[in-house]
C-alpha cells in the first residue's frame, strides 16, 4: 500500500493558489481513476485505490507532519512508501523533480513533516518566485492566467510519475 500525500491549505479561499499545487495534483490523480475523496481519517480526506491511497491533509500547510505522523501509524506503512507531493518556490515554474529523501529547503510544510515522521520520497512542483512579492503572499496567491498551461503540464508529468512510484518503477531521483 503506497500513501500519495497533496500538502495544501483545507479552506476553499485556498484554491488554485500555488500553495495548494499538492493537492491539485492528487484531485487530478484522482479524477483520472474516478476516485472521491469520500473519507476523513488522521486529519485528511481520503480516496482510496486499489493499492494506493490519496490524502489531503486538512491541518494547514504548516502542520501537514500531524497527518503523516497519523496516516503513518494507521496503515502501518514504512516512510519509503508515502510520496508527499507540494509546491517549490526554489524551482523553475513547471519543473518536477522526484527525490527519495532530502531536506526541506524552504518549504514548512515539508519541514513539519521531516520533523515529526521523518525524511520520506517527494515530488515537488515549481512554482518559481514572484522576488517583488513577500514569500507568503506569493504561495497564497491565486495562479495566474499566464501561469496555467505552465502549471497544468506539470500536473500531467507528476500524475505519471505517482503512478510510477505506485507501481515500484520510480526509486531514483527523477527531473521532468
Do not use: W
Not at 486538512?58 to 500531524?66: A, E, F, P, R, V
Request: hydrophobic fraction near 40%; charge should be positive; glycine fraction near 8%.
Amino acid at each position: 500500500m503506497k500513501i500519495i500525500v497533496g500538502l495544501g491549505n483545507p479552506e476553499g479561499k485556498y484554491n488554485n493558489t500555488y500553495h495548494n499545487i499538492g493537492f491539485s495534483v492528487v484531485d487530478r490523480f484522482a479524477k483520472q481513476y474516478n476516485l472521491k475523496f469520500d473519507k476523513t481519517k488522521c486529519h485528511a480526506l481520503l480516496a482510496k485505490g486499489e493499492n494506493f491511497i490519496l490524502a489531503k491533509p486538512q491541518t494547514y500547510m504548516n502542520l501537514s507532519g500531524d497527518s503523516v505522523y497519523e496516516l503513518k501509524k494507521y496503515f502501518k506503512v514504512p516512510l519509503s512508501d508515502i510520496l508527499v507531493v507540494l509546491d517549490d518556490i526554489d524551482m523553475p515554474k513547471g519543473k518536477v523533480r522526484f527525490r527519495m529523501s532530502g531536506s526541506a529547503g524552504t518549504h514548512n510544510g515539508l519541514r513539519d513533516i521531516v520533523n515529526k515522521v521523518g525524511i520520506t520520497p517527494r515530488l515537488r512542483i515549481g512554482i518559481s518566485r514572484d522576488k517583488n512579492m513577500d514569500l507568503a503572499d506569493y504561495v497564497l496567491s491565486t495562479i495566474d492566467n499566464a501561469s496555467k498551461d505552465i502549471l497544468d503540464s506539470a500536473h500531467l508529468k507528476a500524475v505519471d510519475l505517482i503512478e510510477k512510484f505506485i507501481d515500484g518503477e520510480l526509486c531514483e531521483d527523477t527531473t521532468v
